[in-house]
């Protein structure tokens, strides 16, 4: 299938000035609302960037497991650092995905009320790579930076007062990950993925991929279509918290991995309200606990310590 999904200029879409910002405005409305998925150019995140961010994780992977599992996540009850093969399930009609992830949160001080809790936990860093935590936390700050600014651009385009999001994110549960999908197995079945169709749960995603193409994304005309970015592409998708919270303005969008005979790396940027926002007056719902309720079935080390 030919992709149409749409492109977005980033520059031109920061600049109410330009003479194209009413155009880039329209079809940044259309992929928000229509789509859920965008690709996003002329970033921040240039060729360089992008290059050098993959190096620091695929050398993560290649170390031994002895190494990796001094970070797993597995002797924790967060999300922070290694998940094994099958740590995560995020359809239960598949099998657990078939891929190793590494996660890391918010690198600052957090207000007080939510130390303590869960999805703000102090991260795990791997002591042979002494780059790694410097290179992940300062990729983690761009990506910030980036999704605040996609925030007020929907701001305008759906007609929302102007910073209604800024104070929902002044800390932030946002999560930064790499997925690494290993060679797929002849003998894996049909029920097998790299990650099975899901919704993101949250608000929104950055995603940056390597040249190996695997993400497939159901869109407006219920069709699965792989999405093959340029080298400079963001991918962008949305997530079922921020469809509640805009009343269904907003649409989350199916997608999946399947996995193929070459290994693959893809790079998440999933970015949260505070814990305390509430997404819903109507139903109560609050940003932290509609979360960490969706990580508690997920993360699948979590399930079985809370059983």
């Not at 002591?127 to 290179?135: D, G, R, S, T």
Request: glycine share 4%; net charge neutral; proline share 6%.
């Amino acid at each position: 299938m030919i992709q149409v999904i749409p492109k977005i200029d980033y520059k031109i879409i920061q600049d109410r000035k330009n003479e194209l910002y009413k155009s880039e405005l329209s079809k940044f409305k259309y992929a928000v609302s229509n789509y859920g998925f965008l690709l996003l150019k002329n970033t921040p995140i240039t060729r360089g960037i992008k290059k050098n961010i993959f190096k620091t994780y695929r050398d993560f992977f290649k170390l031994p497991h002895a190494y990796k599992n001094k970070v797993n996540m597995a002797n924790t009850l967060s999300n922070r650092g290694w998940g094994a093969p099958l740590v995560e399930q995020v359809n239960k009609n598949y099998n657990p995905d078939y891929k190793e992830i590494f996660d890391c949160g918010t690198e600052k001080d957090q207000n007080v009320s939510f130390s303590e809790l869960t999805y703000y936990s102090k991260n795990l860093w791997p002591e042979e790579l002494p780059n790694f935590k410097k290179e992940i936390t300062g990729y983690f700050e761009i990506c910030t930076e980036i999704a605040m600014n996609l925030l007020s651009f929907i701001e305008v385009s759906l007609e929302i007062s102007n910073n209604f999001f800024r104070d929902k994110f002044e800390n932030p549960m946002s999560l930064l990950r790499c997925n690494y999908y290993p060679p797929r197995k002849s003998n894996l079945s049909n029920k097998d993925y790299g990650v099975a169709p899901h919704t993101d749960y949250g608000c929104l995603t950055l995603l940056v991929t390597d040249d190996n193409p695997g993400l497939e994304i159901k869109n407006p005309f219920n069709k699965w279509e792989l999405v093959i970015p340029e080298p400079e592409d963001i991918v962008v998708n949305f997530g079922d918290m921020i469809e509640i919270w805009s009343k269904n303005k907003i649409k989350a969008t199916s997608h999946k991995v399947f996995g193929n005979r070459k290994e693959r790396f893809s790079i998440p940027f999933f970015f949260n309200p505070q814990f305390d926002t509430i997404i819903s007056e109507e139903n109560g719902i609050v940003a932290g606990e509609y979360l960490s309720s969706i990580y508690n079935s997920t993360y699948l080390h979590k399930n079985n310590k809370e059983n």
